[in-house]
Structure formats: C-alpha cells, structure tokens
T-cell receptor, first 117, second 116 residues
Framework: GAVVSQHPSWVICKSGTSVKIECRSL??????MFWYRQFPKQSLMLMAT?????????EQGVEKDKFLINHASLTLSTLTVTSAHPEDSSFYIC?????????????FGPGTRLLVL | AQSVTQPDIHITVSEGASLELRCNYS??????LFWYVQSPGQGLQLLLK??????LVQGIKGFEAEFKRSQSSFNLRKPSVHWSDAAEYFC??????????????FGSGTRLSIRP
C-alpha cells in the first residue's frame, strides 16, 4: 500500500513551453501533497505544500506564477512549469501524506526528470 | 530553526561489513526523525522513523537507527550490508507536533558505495 506515482517519468521540452507533471496517490487519499526539487547530487528542496481544494503554500524563493500547483482531488496534484527555461531543468519529486493506518508518513513518487533545451 | 547535518558525503564499505551513517539534528524540542533511501533515478523510500517511545527503531531491509537526545543524533546502522544497499541515504527531521501537513527538512545525503 501507500503508492505514489508520477507522470511523466521524464520529459524534454523547448525553452518557453509549459510542462505539466502529475502526482497521484494510487491506494490512499492524500490530504496533503508536497513538491520537491532535487539538483544532481544534492538534497531535496521543498517547493510547495498543497492541500486538497485550497491554494498551495510556496516556500520562500519559489515563484508561484512559474510553478503552478493544483490539488483538485484527494488523489491528484499537478505541477505546471510555465515558460520553462534551461535553469528549470531538474528532478521533480512529489510526496503525499494520509491519515489512518499510514499516519503522517510522507510517501514519495519516483520523480520526474525535466530537461529544458 | 530546524536543521539536519549528515557529515559524510560518501562512504564505501565492503559487502558483508557493518555500516553506520551519521545524522545530527538541530531542534529545540523533540523532533520527528526519518531515514529515507533513494536508489539512482528513483524517488525516496522510507526506511524507518522515530516519533516517540523506544529510542532504538527497527526499519525495513535490516536497518535500525538509534535516537540519542544527548548527542542530537539519529544514526542509521546495518550489521551486514549487501551490494543492493548502494544508494543515497537521507536523514530528515520534522517538528514537534508533526502532522500530515508538516514540512520535513532533509539532510544533504550520504552516498553509500559497496565494495565487492
């Protein structure tokens, strides 16, 4: 149980285009989802926290107009990188939490590798 | 503010040898502590967590960790490593009163290599 999926697993796009990444909790309802960014050989940096049905809370320094987060249902959150540029190339990882038997543990998706040319 | 330090960037151990990965945290109260493992190109998998109670925590894949308040440490151990343990290991801390909406702070990670 407690599986989180991400789609796509990798994406290459041209500079200036927008890319949408999906994060789904497959076997539980995720009241909260988190989006992280990871640069090569570095740790995870939290970008934003999203709760179902409400606006995401962005970390300091993260442009909310550039990284649009939607958490429309208890099993789906999306991250849209708008007008992507090469510096947005990174590994994006989502995680989700749920109550009940899984308590507060964050379960992570496999990540999406974005390359902007 | 919370912080997590993993002093070792890269560790190499021989297969079958014991392992200890260090983690130190900075937090005013009792934190919630986690160890995650990340295999190349993949997301993170929870190895174990400490919320309260017994300070020696057992996790998956034969890992254990010990919470030592006096040393502000939460070191990860395994008595005998396998080649499949080669990965990046992250220690993380959450705040007192941690809930499903709480943020956790990750350490910089320790890369584990296994010598045949």
């Amino acid at each position: 149980g407690a599986v989180v999926s991400q789609h796509p697993s990798w994406v290459i796009c041209k500079s200036g285009t927008s890319v949408k990444i999906e994060c789904r909790s497959l076997d539980f309802q995720a009241t909260t989802m988190f989006w992280y960014r990871q640069f090569p050989k570095q740790s995870l940096m939290l970008m934003a926290t999203s709760n179902e049905g409400s606006k995401a809370t962005y970390e300091q320094g993260v442009e909310k107009d550039k990284f649009l987060i939607n958490h429309a249902s208890l099993t789906l959150s999306t991250l849209t990188v708008t007008s992507a540029h090469p510096e947005d190339s990174s590994f994006y990882i989502c995680s989700a939490t749920a109550g009940g038997a899984h308590q507060e543990t964050q379960y992570f998706g496999p990540g999406t590798r974005l390359l902007v040319l | 503010a919370q912080s997590v330090t993993q002093p070792d960037i890269h560790i190499t151990v021989s297969e079958g040898a014991s392992l200890e990965l260090r983690c130190n945290y900075s937090y005013g109260a009792t934190p919630y502590l986690f160890w995650y493992v990340q295999s190349p190109g993949q997301g993170l998998q929870l190895l174990l967590k400490y919320f309260s109670g017994d300070t020696l925590v057992q996790g998956i894949k034969g890992f254990e960790a010990e919470f030592k308040r006096s040393q502000s440490s939460f070191n990860l151990r395994k008595p005998s490593v396998h080649w499949s343990d080669a990965a990046e290991y992250f220690c993380a801390v959450g705040p007192t009163g941690y809930s499903s909406a709480s943020k956790i702070i990750f350490g910089s990670g320790t890369r584990l290599s296994i010598r045949p």
